[in-house]
């Protein structure tokens, strides 16, 4: 609840948007993780993050200012994107191409829930006193350490496919038989995978699109949906939606069912499809509350709702679809990228939301996030690859390589 660190801190408009805007400012250094990753494997980075997540979560108790509170912000953020760049990576490759999608987009479900469980819990511990804010921001150290203690005791193994594109083929062949049994097989490695990993690489003939697609979907996905989640109250009061707890609670109500509808519906349409609709059905949404701003109040909640529920489905496509854009070689850097450059839209929709609201009106801001999504919809209709084997015309071909989704990652003999 950073709105509850408004006076003790002594911030403004400026300050709220900065810092709210700071964790996502530190996601960009993802692209900086995804080439170490690439480079030295996942397996030390994953088990590491949230060890150091922890100690930075707790020193947010002690800041005593706002530029202190900013800087912390940041490197909280590049401990996420560790766990969103290897993490990402380490699942889809440890799983079969007809597990990997499925599980990646369950995640989401499970974020979800404990996006909106944060709501709530921050909303319980403003009753704390004085020195709320200050256990609000501390209380994510209580589940990262939980997640340090269980990666340290599952001692979560080295990628087998990171592996073979390094050269280490039998250690690979000997993971890949002891965590999954004697009958899987390594990965196929294509040719030249063992070469150097180089940024560059991204923004080739070869894998540019993909890299762009990735950015701008993801870049104008999170501008309205962080901006807005973290900013309820502020936009709520200024809308004049009634009660702000009242309306919270059913925007993160409606989170939660969008998450779980964007599950369902995630494998049984196209890649493209979903892309589109997700960014489509929110803006109209959003455009319906800005023109029917004088409806009655159950109005513009429905609407609201709606939003809120078309954002919660289009993140289901953050995990399985940016891996999918890239090879197994760049994968992590190709994830880290795609992250870095998602999160200046991310950065912008927290940093400028609550000063357009402040500058301007609640419909404005709403009139921005609309435009957003509207690019991000037209953008990904033009050039987004369909990267799902169920739905892709088998004579089309994607300008970026990646691994056959006809062949497994780890995948059994037979299958092959």
Request: hydrophobic fraction near 50%; proline fraction near 4%.
């Amino acid at each position: 609840m950073l709105t509850q660190a408004f006076e003790p801190l002594g911030l403004n408009s400026f300050w709220m948007g900065l810092i709210g805007a700071g964790t996502l400012i530190g996601l960009m250094g993802s692209i900086v993780v995804g080439n170490l990753a690439d480079r030295m494997g996942r397996r030390i980075l994953f088990n590491i993050d949230m060890i150091l997540f922890t100690v930075i979560s707790l020193a947010q108790f002690f800041v005593v200012g706002p530029i202190s509170l900013f800087i912390l912000r940041i490197a909280l953020g590049l401990m996420i994107a560790i766990d969103y760049t290897v993490g990402s990576a380490l699942l889809t490759e440890w799983l079969p191409d007809k597990w990997a999608d499925k599980f990646q987009s369950y995640l989401i479900i499970f974020w979800s829930i404990g996006f909106v469980a944060s709501y709530f819990v921050g909303s319980a511990m403003v009753n704390l006193g004085n020195g709320a804010w200050k256990w609000i921001f501390m209380s994510s150290a209580l589940l990262s350490v939980v997640a340090a203690i269980v990666r340290i005791v599952l001692n979560i193994p080295e990628s087998p496919e990171w592996l073979t594109t390094v050269g280490k083929k039998d250690e690979a062949l000997r993971l890949v038989h002891a965590q999954l049994g004697s009958d899987y097989s390594l990965p196929i490695v294509e040719q030249g995978e063992s070469e150097k990993v180089s940024w560059s690489e991204l923004f080739n003939e070869h894998n540019r699109i993909n890299t762009l697609v990735g950015g701008v979907f993801y870049g104008c996905q999170v501008f309205p949906y962080f901006g807005v989640s973290i900013f309820i109250p502020i936009l709520v009061k200024n809308m004049n939606m009634g009660n702000s707890g009242t309306s919270g609670t059913i925007y993160n109500i409606f989170v939660v069912v969008g998450a779980i509808v964007g599950v369902i519906l995630f494998d049984r349409i196209s890649r493209r499809a979903f892309l589109m609709t997700t960014f489509y059905v929110p803006a109209i949404a959003v455009i319906g509350m800005i023109l029917l701003q004088k409806a009655p109040l159950v109005i513009t909640i429905v609407l609201f709702s709606i939003f809120a529920l078309g954002m919660a489905a289009s993140v289901v496509a953050e995990n399985p679809y940016r891996p999918e854009l890239f090879s197994a070689r760049l994968r992590a850097s190709g994830v880290g990228a795609v992250i870095a450059i998602s999160r200046i839209g991310a950065a912008l929709g927290t940093f400028l939301l609550p000063i357009i609201v402040d500058r301007f009106s609640a419909y404005t801001a709403l009139g921005v996030c609309a435009a957003v999504l509207i690019v991000g919809g037209v953008f990904c209709q033009l050039y987004a690859p369909e990267t799902s084997n169920k739905f892709k015309r088998k004579e089309e071909k994607l300008d970026a390589p990646y691994c056959d989704p006809n062949v497994s990652r780890t995948g059994s003999k037979n299958e092959r």
